[in-house]
């Protein structure tokens, strides 16, 4: 990676619509159409994004690069709540969203930091930029005194999954959406973890 580049924990506070712009870009084949439409999806995620629980790459101006964020029992990268669901899409919008949301939703372990999304912007990618925000997550969980680092990736993403193989995850089961890959728009994710 390049030296230009800065690991920094967090995100800062006039990067959070560059960062809620790159979660979206990252995971909305995920949750377009239940997020839908942009815009709301854009407002919500820019309301929801909780920097403690995030780790930033950063130019030498501040701009964010790219992002990992992380879920612990405190809180997640990207939590929110239905009140959060409801301001942006109405009572009825955010009531059904949230159930649908709630499928997604994984649970915590003991021992085991969980890995709540990873994304580098386009114009940064092919610079070691997600390896080095792996890492980061890795020492974040040793320093947790946490043992393992699990994540979640999707079927139609190979190529996050081929980075998370390179970085030393493996793969150790895999969920079927069943009739809600209509919704979700794929049919598995793999369960991957490494031990830190």
């Known amino acids: ?37 942009e815009e709301k999806a ?8 909780n920097p403690d629980f995030a780790i930033s790459a950063l130019d030498r101006e501040g701009r964010l690069l790219g992002l990992a964020g992380y879920k ?24 059904w969203r949230g159930l649908l949301l709630e499928v997604l939703e994984r649970k915590i372990e003991p021992d085991c930091l969980l890995m709540d999304g990873i994304f580098v912007a386009e114009s940064a990618r092919g610079r070691g930029i997600g390896g080095t925000l792996l890492k980061a997550i890795g020492e974040e969980a040793r320093q947790r005194s946490l043992t393992r680092v699990r994540l979640d990736v999707i ?6 999954k081929a980075l998370y193989e390179r970085s030393g995850f493996k793969a ?8 809600l890959e209509l919704l979700f728009g ?11």
Do not use: H
Not at 6 to 32: H, N
């Open 1 to 37: 990676m390049s030296s230009d580049i800065f690991i920094s924990p967090g995100f800062p506070e006039d990067q959070r619509p560059v960062a809620a712009r790159l979660f979206w870009q990252a995971f909305s084949g995920k949750l377009g159409k239940v997020l839908a439409p």
């Open 42 to 49: 854009l407002r919500l995620v820019e309301r929801i994004l």
């Open 72 to 95: 612990t029992r405190d809180g997640a990268l990207a939590g929110g709540s239905l009140a959060d669901m409801t301001a942006v899409y109405g009572t009825f919008g955010g009531l």
């Open 155 to 160: 079927d139609t993403n190979p190529r996050a």
């Open 172 to 179: 150790v089961g895999e969920e079927k959406t069943g009739f």
């Open 186 to 196: 794929f049919s598995s994710a793999t369960r991957m973890e490494k031990q830190v």
